[in-house]
T-cell receptor, first 113, second 113 residues
């Protein structure tokens, strides 16, 4: 069935370091890959997304890469700051699938000053 | 103005009771969703409606019944509550059926005792 695996489950970095979170999806029909950030006690919020017609997308300190052949996509955060501390979720969906998103299990990122 | 709102924010009830959660969005979106987030933070789609029509119906006990009176509202009624129903329930909305950003509500924390 549809599945998205996400690693690592927890990630601890020093302020200013980079953080990388990796996801693998199983449904080859997937063509939409969003990343959501959820701060403690808050709602998930979209931070960046990528569609299958591009291999990389960047927005300031965050970037996402996609390897469709390998069914991998990754989130890169550079120059991390304490306010980046949150749970990050990757997800996969496809345009013909009623915007049904399959989420990864989440990565708890802690950025230490 | 709150884009996606849910009531109540917290719900504490006993096993066997019936309860409802309400969701409203003022974004003019056509599609709304219910997600369950368990204690391990896993986020899973339950239902989705597009313009009052049920389009996603995951494997959920039939004690859960969604209802969309209009495209701006989506309610979730749960019968005969069980301990395992304890979770945070998020409502979300998106502009259409195609793959795109989903806007989440603040969540309803349901505790069944």
């Amino acid at each position: 069935g549809e599945n998205v695996e996400q690693h690592p489950s927890t990630l601890s970095v020093q302020e200013g370091d980079s953080a990388v979170i990796k996801c693998t999806y199983s449904d080859s029909a997937s063509n939409y890959f969003p990343w959501y950030k959820q701060e403690l006690g808050k709602r998930p919020q979209l931070i960046i997304d990528i569609r299958s017609n591009v291999g990389e997308k960047k927005d300031q300190r965050i970037a996402v890469t996609l390897n469709k052949t390998a069914k991998h996509f990754s989130l890169h955060i550079t120059e991390t700051q304490p306010e980046d501390s949150a749970v990050y979720f990757c997800a996969a969906g496809h345009s013909g699938g009623y915007n049904k998103l399959i989420f990864g299990a989440g990565t708890r990122l802690a950025v230490h000053p | 103005d709150t884009a996606v709102s849910q009531t109540p924010k917290y719900l504490v009830t006993q096993m066997g009771n019936d309860k409802s959660i309400k969701c409203e969005q003022n974004l003019g979106h056509d599609t709304m969703y219910w997600y369950k987030q368990d204690s391990k933070k896993f986020l899973k789609i339950m239902f989705s409606y597009n313009n009052k029509e049920l389009i996603i119906n995951e494997t959920v006990p039939n004690r859960f019944s969604p209802k969309s009176p209009d495209k701006a509202h989506l309610n979730l009624h749960i019968n005969s509550l069980e301990l395992g129903d304890s979770a945070v329930y998020f409502c979300a909305s998106s502009a259409g059926q195609g793959a795109g950003e989903q806007y989440f509500g603040p969540g309803t924390r349901l505790t069944v005792t």
